[in-house]
């Protein structure tokens, strides 16, 4: 297997709303990251894990509070989000976190905060 | 910070012809580019990378070079297709990915 998938494809929420993200690998990566798109822009680091514990937190707002439950397992909590926050959320794996790794994206979730 | 500088934003060719992006970077400290392709509304794909050991890599009708005395790389697409049509993106990793920003290549049959 050499994908990684993300659940759910869409995801509409309101500003008071609770929801989570989700992300798997079965490529044996213990590296995970989660990145934020916004429209014709290039994808911006929000979060990586590294042997599922936290390594690196691009100074993310703590309405988006990332768990990391096991190796191929990495999922986004949401809460209080923001209209500004809509936007393109990929997942992405890699063998290790240093650099020079290839990071293999999820087809993300598409968030839209009404 | 880390950035890397990505040039033309948006490149229209004729179907059969040449593509060049070309990037450049700041941290000396890079040692991996690679290159994504996306297409409308799906996720970036892994085109073809390089290391800095190495100053040119070829797949098919797509190449790359690295130059890391003046800290550029290019991407070169020849006999280019309608189905080549997307935003690539260049990135550079010393530890964290970077990317550049974006070039959406439109391909006219």
């Known amino acids: 297997d050499t994908e990684v998938t993300q659940t759910p494809k869409h995801l509409v929420m309101g500003m008071t709303n609770k929801k989570s993200l989700k992300c798997e690998q079965h490529m044996g990566h213990r590296a995970m990251y989660w990145y934020k798109q916004k429209a014709k822009k290039p994808p911006e680091l929000m979060f990586v894990?590294?042997?599922?514990?936290?390594?690196i937190n691009e100074s993310v707002p703590s309405r988006f509070s990332p768990e990391c439950p096991n190796s191929s397992l990495l999922n986004l909590h949401l809460h209080a989000l923001q209209p500004e926050d809509s936007a393109l959320y990929l997942c992405?794996?890699?063998?290790?976190?240093?650099?020079?790794?290839?990071?293999?994206f999820g087809p993300g979730t598409r968030l839209t905060v009404l | 910070g880390e950035n890397v500088e990505q040039h033309p934003s948006t490149l229209s060719v004729q179907e059969g012809d040449s593509a060049v992006i070309k990037c450049t970077y700041s941290d000396s400290a890079s040692n991996y580019f690679p290159w994504y392709k996306q297409e409308l509304g799906k996720r970036p794909q892994l085109i073809i990378d390089?290391?800095?050991?190495?100053g040119e890599k070829k797949d098919q009708r797509i190449a790359v070079t690295l130059n890391k005395t003046a800290k550029h790389f290019s991407l070169h697409i020849t006999e280019t297709q309608p189905e080549d049509s997307a935003v690539y993106f260049c990135a550079a990793s010393g530890g964290k990915l970077i990317f550049g920003t974006g070039t959406r290549l439109q391909v006219f049959p």
């Open positions: 894990y590294s042997y599922e514990k936290l390594s």
């Open positions: 390089i290391r800095s050991n190495v």
């Open positions: 992405a794996s890699s063998q290790i976190s240093q650099g020079g790794d290839t990071q293999y």
